[in-house]
């Protein structure tokens, strides 16, 4: 789960790190309301999207008076901002933070992150800034550094030094930074956090520390754990269909293609999605429904699929383990009763490959319940090939 800019700053603030000053906006009143509050010389406006890159993109203003907070809330709230994080069709800015304005005197990067090849939390570090730190690493990798952190004994104190002097910061900040390091890290760890990034953590001119940026990720797994943090969810942020598939227990990734598939288990789900791109179809998402999945769990999952018309075909593949195939089948005459009035259609076509525990009876039942456009499909990939021709006939 993501959060705003704003609410990783609080809850970052709450372990020890130093943050601006500032206060979240939902008007421009309220913007200049909290500008004439900081009362800072320097005042700057910042759009809240969970997305970055939005200062080059004109969602980061700094403002001279309260004139001038005034015109940027005014130009950035409410307004879509396409950034290279947000995709072509950008995040509308329904909230702004208002903070006092740093003056910078250098901006370097700073991350922790799981790395799963040593199953460690990581700590990486750069003078490089400001920038996106995927491109420095693609040009500049030895200006990024590392430290791997033990769990047992936590960040060590000389990881943290050996952090700062390799990103060079000057040595009046370097005491400060190190102990910016080991909040970062608690916070990351206290939160069960999957990414915590500052980018750009700062060195004014009074060599004060400062992250003037801050994103946090959650494990959603452990979220239940963090009700203070799960509070925080912004829906209008999320996608509606990732958000619903989420509540019915489904695990779903919206890809933007076409061909829907519908699948059993993450690996067989991933490997659908491949097979679907291999005929040359472009997968509309990833969805796992489960080893649990009942006929009305996968009745969801199709009205889902079919949500917005993006779906111009459905590939049912299930290989039922524990899942029974004649739930599915069960489950897919359910979501035509409730998809369309006759219960015996689907809008779209559907090709539905079936194997494994009750497979005689799960194909019984869809032979019987005659639905209109439901194809069955002996192989996996006999099924891909068909649903992605059936899909480009379509379109044709
Ligand atoms: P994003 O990563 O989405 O572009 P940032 O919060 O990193 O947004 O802001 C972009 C840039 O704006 C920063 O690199 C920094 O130069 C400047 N900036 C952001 N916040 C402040 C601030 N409080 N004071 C001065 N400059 C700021
Ligand atoms: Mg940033």
Redesign the pocket.
């Known amino acids: 789960m993501n959060i705003h800019?704003y609410q990783s700053k609080a809850i970052l603030k709450s372990y020890g790190v130093n943050v601006?000053n500032g206060m979240p906006a939902f008007s421009v009143d309220e913007a200049v309301e909290n500008a004439e509050k900081l009362s800072t010389p320097v005042v700057?406006v910042?759009a809240q999207i969970h997305a970055?890159?939005?200062?080059?993109a004109g969602?980061?203003k700094?403002a001279k008076n309260l004139e001038e907070v005034r015109q940027y809330a005014t130009e950035i709230l409410g307004k879509t901002l396409v950034?290279k994080q947000t995709g072509p069709e950008g995040k509308k800015v329904n909230r702004l933070l208002i903070?006092?304005?740093?003056n910078?005197k250098k901006?370097y990067y700073l991350s922790f992150v799981i790395d799963r090849q040593t199953a460690r939390v990581v700590m990486m570090g750069s003078e490089e800034g400001?920038m996106e730190i995927e491109k420095v690493a693609a040009e500049m990798p030895d200006k990024i550094f590392k430290e791997y952190i033990d769990p047992a004994v936590g960040l060590m104190p000389f990881q943290a030094s050996r952090m700062a002097y390799a990103m060079h910061f000057p040595q009046p900040a370097v005491r400060k930074v190190t102990k910016l390091m080991g909040c970062l890290y608690n916070a990351f760890v206290g939160k069960d956090c999957s990414l915590a990034e500052i980018?750009?953590l700062v060195v004014t001119a009074d060599d004060d520390v400062i992250a003037?940026?801050a994103k946090l990720n959650f494990d959603d797994s452990a979220l239940f754990r963090h009700p203070d943090v799960e509070a925080l969810r912004d829906e209008s942020e999320e996608d509606a269909k990732e958000r619903r598939a989420a509540e019915a227990g489904l695990n779903y990734v919206n890809l933007g293609g076409d061909v829907a598939c519908m699948v059993n288990g993450a690996g067989l789900a991933m490997a659908t999605v491949d097979i679907i791109k291999y005929y040359g179809g472009e997968p509309a998402n990833f969805l796992d429904v489960g080893g649990d999945s009942t006929p009305e769990k996968i009745a969801e999952a199709f009205s889902i699929m079919l949500d917005g018309g993006q779906a111009k075909g459905i590939f049912v593949n299930i290989f039922g383990g524990i899942n029974k195939c004649d739930l599915v089948a069960e489950g897919i005459v359910e979501a035509a009763k409730i998809i369309s009035q006759d219960g015996k259609s689907l809008p779209v076509p559907v090709v539905v490959r079936l194997e494994g525990t009750n497979v005689e009876r799960g194909r019984e039942i869809l032979k019987n319940t005659p639905i209109e456009n439901v194809i069955m499909a002996p192989t996996m990939e006999g099924g891909a090939e068909e649903i992605v021709r059936l899909v480009k006939e379509a379109e044709a």
């Open positions: 800019e601006p700057v910042k970055g890159g939005r200062g080059k969602g980061v700094i950034t903070e006092e304005g740093s910078i901006e400001g980018n750009p003037l940026d």
